[in-house]
């Protein structure tokens, strides 16, 4: 027990020294490789954030990985992350990395079987519809579970047509 409150001046001066050097190199490499790195846009995108926040946090707290392990580490997952984008240009890439946008309303009418696919209780829809300030049903024109696990409601007056261009990439079943 009494373990846990001992500490050195040495290792609190690695540790400093780490943090600065890890924190220093992802905001250098982030800016080479772009926003993109720390987006949700795709499971890919996600995988990519949670990567990074591990490789800094083992760098900086274990004493088994050093700074130039946890430099390299890094640049392995943005030249991952650099590949990827470059791939997606490829449609079959992409079609395995990003996710599909699903539709869960379309207007009015709930899509019970696109609710079960995502995982989404009528209850998160409910809850969802009231944040987007939803109050009639015949206010909805679509909902959509998006890639990010988002989930956005296009509402509008009757006599307003939703764009196609939004709704392109969105699955209806």
Known sequence: MENLFKTSWESVAVIFVTALGIYLSVILLTRISGKRSFSKMSSFDFAMTVAVGSIIATTILSSSVNLIDGIFGLIVVYLLQITIAIGRRNKFIESLVDNTPLLLMDGPKIL???????RV???????????????????????????????????????????????KDVKRR
Not at 112 to 118: D, F, P, T, V
Not at 121 to 141: G, M, P, T
Not at 142 to 155: C, K, M
């Open 112 to 118: 019970n079987k696109n609710l079960r696919k995502a």
């Open 121 to 167: 209780s009528e209850s998160d829809l409910r809850s969802k519809l009231r944040e987007a300030n939803v109050i009639q049903l015949s206010q909805i024109k679509a909902v959509v579970f998006e890639t990010t696990g988002d989930i956005s409601v296009l509402h509008a007056t009757e006599e307003q047509d939703l764009d196609i261009w939004l709704m």
